[in-house]
């Protein structure tokens, strides 16, 4: 049980489009998804926490007008890389909780490149 | 900041015994202690958790000395597949919150 997909796993794109990253829990309603980046060699970083209905909390330093956060739903959370740049290439990875538990289960993470 | 202190590396040969430290002297009373992994190229996966005694499970045994300022991950038959960087954190349990320090690279070598 516990099983978090991510789509996609790899990604590459143009620097100026924007590319969308989504982030199911499979088998368990989540009340709470997470989003890390990680750079080569770096621990993971929290860049946002979004609740399922209300806005997403962002890290300090994040840009919320660029890394678009949307948790419609229970089961699904996505990530929308506005205008990429080639320092947003990096390893994201999302990760998913349910309230009152406070475990988070991991997605496999998505490698965006852009060109 | 993270609250552990884990070294850089690690080696440890394949069928041997792997065992990571971790210090986490400033926990506090209500704090777990957590272990995760995360092999290259994936998403972080859970190993164990403990507050105070010793922990096992399929995957590794924990332990945590009684003052609670160390504990050790330990990996009973080290395999090919266990290299992978580990992560020791404190939270409290029911509290989502995870920090990320630089974590152990434990390189298993046949």
């Known amino acids: 049980g516990a099983v978090v997909s991510q789509h996609p796993s790899r990604v590459i794109c143009k620097s100026g489009t924007s590319v969308k990253i989504e982030c199911r829990s499979l088998?368990?309603?989540?009340?709470?998804m997470f989003w890390y980046r990680q750079f080569p060699k770096q621990s993971l970083m929290l860049m946002a926490t979004?609740?399922?209905?209300?806005?997403?909390?962002?890290e300090q330093g994040v840009e919320k007008d660029k890394f678009l956060i949307n948790h419609a739903s229970l089961t699904l959370s996505t990530l929308t890389v506005t205008s990429a740049h080639p320092e947003d290439s990096s390893f994201y990875i999302c990760?998913?909780?349910?309230?009152?538990?406070?475990?988070?289960?991991f997605g496999p993470g998505t490698r965006l490149t852009v060109t | 900041d993270a609250k552990t202190t884990q070294p850089p590396s690690m080696d440890c040969a394949e069928g041997r015994a792997a065992n990571l430290p971790c210090n986490h002297s400033?926990?506090?009373?209500?704090?777990?202690v957590y272990w995760y992994r995360q092999i290259h190229s994936q998403g972080p996966q859970y190993i164990i958790h403990?507050?105070?005694?010793?922990e096992t499970n399929e995957m590794a045994s924990l332990i945590i000395t009684e003052d609670r300022k160390s504990s050790t991950l330990i990996l009973p038959h080290a395999t090919l597949r266990d290299t992978a960087v580990y992560y020791c954190?404190?939270?409290?349990?029911?509290?989502?919150?995870?920090?990320w320090g630089a974590g152990t690279k434990l390189i298993i070598k046949p």
């Open positions: 990760s998913a909780g349910v309230q009152g538990v406070g475990e988070q289960y």
């Open positions: 088998d368990f309603q989540a009340t709470t």
């Open positions: 979004s609740n399922e209905g209300s806005k997403a909390t962002y």
């Open positions: 400033t926990i506090s009373g209500n704090e777990y």
């Open positions: 403990g507050l105070k005694n010793n």
């Open positions: 954190i404190v939270r409290v349990d029911g509290n989502y919150q995870l920090i």
